[in-house]
């Protein structure tokens, strides 16, 4: 048995998702153990919660571009959306991009509980992308954005939830979103 963070994002509380998606984890035998909704959540505790190291900006970047190149979109077109082609600057672009967003909305979140419920709600969830997201999954079904579509747009990708991606993580992440004060 273990536990998890999950973010409902403003996407996901502005479509009036909330049910639909907590019925999901619910339905898979996960519990809610803990629930706070932050109308919208502070700026400060979305960095610390993307308090990104080099290693992940690095990531985040490279991404992006695989997802620009599998669009059939250029380095041209990477370096006019982000400023640049050096994947760790683009990693920043994007974490900025979430900081924004995640601020300027509704925040649920939800502390869960079950067994594997890491690896659970994660297949739950599916894939960032939602366009490359299983059928059937959370993103796969509700979600309607892409990183091109949002990077033109100068914002984050709307993909409705946020899920820990290890033990490690999720105690962190729980810690802060139950903790803070922001």
């Not at 960095?47 to 992006?64: C, F, I, M, P, Q």
């Not at 502390?111 to 709600?121: C, D």
Request: glycine share 8%; aromatic share 6%.
């Amino acid at each position: 048995m273990n536990r998890t963070l999950v973010l409902l994002k403003p996407d996901a509380v502005r479509r009036g998702m909330i049910g639909r998606i907590i019925s999901r984890f619910e339905d898979a035998g996960l519990r809610i153990t803990q629930m706070r909704v932050l109308s919208p959540p502070g700026k400060n505790l979305i960095r610390k919660h993307y308090d990104a190291s080099e290693e992940w900006l690095s990531n985040v970047g490279r991404k992006t571009i695989k997802d620009y190149e599998s669009q059939g979109l250029t380095p041209d077109d990477v370096k006019k959306n982000y400023g640049t082609m050096e994947e760790s600057d683009i990693g920043r672009v994007v974490q900025q991009r979430l900081v924004d967003y995640l601020s300027h909305g509704t925040v649920i979140a939800l502390a869960i509980e079950g067994n594997g419920a890491i690896t659970k709600v994660r297949k739950l969830i599916g894939f960032t992308i939602p366009a490359q997201a299983e059928p059937g999954t959370i993103r796969g079904d509700f979600g309607c954005d892409s990183t091109v579509n949002a990077a033109v747009e100068r914002r984050s990708m709307e993909n409705l939830v946020h899920a820990s991606d290890s033990d490690e993580t999720a105690e962190r992440e729980m810690n802060l979103w139950f903790s803070s004060h922001d």
